[in-house]
């Protein structure tokens, strides 16, 4: 009955349509490219001053599930990311829309955040403690280990292997740009005030999967007609064929979106890159990854929306965001006089039992939005292109210049679309450069740590069974192409 009694205040009709908003508020902001979940949570929360924690907090969360989920729509449809978290998705989403079935791609992207989503809240209401003590063994060369297993699945990103490791090292370059880590040192700045924060990830996103489609559109001279009829003909429900094929893809994605999701700083752009390799290389089809295939995006939607409420772990018990969106709701809390970590399970359970049951609740609206938004969703591809090219050059320079105010964001945005192009036209891997500028300061922020910590000593990071485990994953996963491309030859040789 205390449980039943906590849950009263989440059951008001205000509070159940402030979750409600919230999520359809934040599946329209993801679902324009450049508007974050991360940006709508920020503008919201001195709206909530005035709010009951449980009604407020759970506005925010339903903002940060609609947003995180809204950005696979311009995703499959328009090969632009709403949000980071739906970059990997680009890869089979939107050539399943040029193949005339974007309903069905829509349809599987929100059957897969629905599942994640509902997997991730499972494990946030029943096992929060218990996963929280895990995160809290981690340290600076856990977070290492960790970073450079998801760099190493850059091998397997690209079709040429040398090709994606140089795209690789050149993400991580480029992440090098600004100020140092560990001393605040400048570097690779060429004396541009506007690099000493490095470049916004954002706007460079922008660029690199948005404005080089465009450039590359251009080039080849793409029809001004809208698409055909056809692309948005079909049904928006995954066939049982494709459901069938794409069940371990969900499965994989909602477990690797939920522990991600509770390790402290990495977050649903590195759990849904890690997803769709791990769905590939366990695929008996792997060829089919990239060319419009229904698994890839069963991985990468319940993997990143997963991370939502698994994101919510580490910041409830610990007081250490999972992420950039939860360290903005982290602020939503101490506006409400709430300090988050493991005495907040003690002094405030209601507002806990409230979280968990507006997660709940956020993820449920976020089905029923998403199926009833994707008819009319589909519709942009009957948009003529060049009022669509228009709308989109116009959405870029807005969502880039938005987050900031900052003019040097759409030089960047534009210098990163130029190199997009520039890769998609001579076969280097778009995907393996955005996965390097995410993990790369992670990657190398911690190895300096860890070292200083352990008087410049490597031995450290092989004694910690944790950061072993990772490191011999890592190597596993950057060996194993080559091995099974080695594999291949010796069958194809011996029939």
């Known amino acids: 009955m205390d449980h039943l009694a906590l849950l009263t205040p989440l059951l008001q009709w205000n509070v159940v349509m402030a979750i409600a908003l919230g999520t359809l508020g934040g599946i329209l902001v993801g679902a324009l490219p450049g508007l974050t979940a991360t940006m709508g949570v920020a503008l919201l929360i001195p709206l909530t001053f005035g709010m009951s924690p449980v009604m407020g907090l759970n506005m925010l969360i339903g903002i940060y599930i609609g947003g995180i989920y809204g950005g696979c729509i311009s995703s499959i449809l328009l090969r632009t990311p709403g949000t980071p978290a739906s970059a990997a998705t680009v890869l089979d989403g939107y050539p399943m829309a040029q193949k005339g079935e974007a309903g069905c791609a829509l349809g599987m992207a929100t059957i897969a955040s629905f599942i994640g989503g509902i997997f991730a809240a499972v494990v946030l209401a029943f096992l929060a403690p218990q996963?929280?003590?895990?995160?809290?063994?981690?340290?600076?060369?856990?977070?290492?280990?960790?970073?450079?297993?998801?760099?190493?699945?850059?091998?397997?990103?690209?079709?040429?292997?040398?090709?994606?490791?140089?795209?690789?090292?050149l993400g991580i370059l480029i992440s090098c740009v600004g100020a140092d880590p560990i001393s605040g040192t400048l570097r690779y700045t060429f004396g541009i005030q506007g690099f000493a924060s490095g470049f916004a990830f954002t706007p460079a996103l922008i660029g690199l999967f948005a404005l080089s489609e465009i450039f590359s559109q251009l080039e080849r001279s793409a029809r001004t007609d809208g698409?055909?009829?056809?692309?948005?003909?079909?049904?928006?429900?995954?066939?049982?064929?494709?459901?069938k094929d794409s069940i371990?893809?969900?499965?994989?994605?909602?477990?690797?979106?939920?522990?991600?999701?509770?390790?402290?700083?990495?977050?649903?752009?590195?759990?849904?890159?890690?997803?769709?390799?791990?769905?590939?290389r366990a695929s008996k089809t792997p060829e089919k990854f990239g060319t419009g295939h229904a698994p890839g995006i069963a991985a990468t939607?319940?993997?990143?929306?997963?991370?939502?409420?698994?994101?919510?772990?580490?910041?409830?018990?610990?007081?250490?965001?999972?992420?950039v969106v939860t360290a903005v709701l982290m602020g939503g809390l101490m506006i409400q006089g709430l300090a988050p970590?493991?005495?907040?399970?003690?002094?405030?359970?209601?507002?806990?039992?409230?979280?968990?049951?507006g997660t709940f609740m956020a993820t449920f609206f976020m089905l029923v939005?998403?199926?009833?938004?994707?008819?009319?969703?589909?519709?942009?591809?009957?948009?003529?292109?060049?009022?669509?090219?228009?709308?989109?050059?116009?959405?870029?320079?807005?969502g880039a210049f938005s987050l900031n105010l900052n003019p040097v964001d759409l030089y960047t945005m534009i210098g990163f679309g130029v190199l997009g192009w520039a890769m998609q036209k001579f076969g280097f891997s778009q995907a393996a450069l955005c996965i390097a500028l995410i993990l790369g300061p992670l990657m190398e922020s911690n190895l300096r740590r860890g070292l200083i910590q352990n008087n410049d000593s490597f031995a450290a990071f092989l004694t910690r069974p944790i950061t072993l485990l990772f490191l011999v994953l890592a190597a596993f996963s950057l060996f194993w192409p080559l091995i099974r491309q080695h594999l291949s030859r010796r069958r194809a040789a011996t029939h």
Request: aromatic content about 10%; some cysteine; glycine content about 14%.
């Open 248 to 280: 371990g893809a969900l499965w994989r994605g909602s477990v690797i979106g939920t522990f991600i999701g509770i390790v402290p700083g990495t977050g649903s752009g590195t759990a849904s890159w890690i997803a769709y390799n791990e769905a590939r």
């Open 301 to 323: 939607e319940s993997a990143n929306n997963a991370v939502c409420a698994a994101a919510l772990i580490p910041l409830l018990a610990l007081g250490v965001p999972g992420d």
């Open 341 to 357: 970590g493991p005495l907040l399970f003690q002094n405030e359970p209601g507002v806990i039992v409230g979280i968990f049951g």
């Open 227 to 243: 698409g055909d009829i056809s692309a948005v003909s079909g049904g928006v429900f995954p066939t049982l064929a494709q459901m």
């Open 369 to 398: 939005f998403g199926l009833m938004i994707i008819p009319f969703a589909a519709k942009i591809l009957l948009v003529p292109r060049r009022l669509l090219t228009m709308s989109i050059i116009l959405f870029c320079f807005i």
């Open 131 to 169: 996963l929280a003590g895990i995160a809290l063994k981690f340290g600076a060369s856990e977070y290492f280990a960790l970073a450079l297993f998801g760099l190493t699945i850059i091998a397997s990103l690209s079709g040429d292997i040398l090709k994606g490791i140089l795209s690789g090292l």
